[in-house]
Nanobody
């Protein structure tokens, strides 16, 4: 199983970051992908999901209009473009592989998890 998240870093409020998740065809083929995040002392939170075809996306309300999830199946990559970042977006961000062609917002719907990348937004 290959899931490698990257692209995190330190950014000022209002700034942007683009997270990437490298996977393999064997790992991601025919499966939805998602991003979750976990802030210190908090539970893991769903951020965004995208179906295998890329035609269906879902976002947590707090990131709608600011974050965009996308995927490139030819490259076995999933991305999370994060704009207008806020201090409350600070967390470790994880990519995950779903159990089917479309998965929802619950961690139990995902079978594989990456190691996470830290995003820190300063005020």
């Amino acid at each position: 199983v290959q899931l490698q998240a990257s692209g995190g870093g330190l950014v000022q409020a209002g700034g942007s970051l683009r997270l990437s998740c490298a996977t393999s065809r064997r790992t991601s083929s025919n499966n939805a992908m998602a991003w979750f995040r976990q802030a210190p002392g908090k539970e893991r939170e769903f951020v965004a999901a995208i179906s295998w075809s890329g035609g269906r996306m879902n976002y947590v309300d707090s990131v709608k209009g600011r974050f965009t999830i996308s995927r490139d199946n030819a490259k076995n990559m999933v991305y999370l473009q994060m704009n207008s970042l806020k201090p409350e977006d600070t967390a470790v961000y994880y990519c995950a592989v779903g159990l089917g062609g479309y998965s929802g917002s619950q961690p139990r719907e995902y079978r594989y998890w990456g190691q996470g990348t830290q995003v820190t937004v300063s005020s």
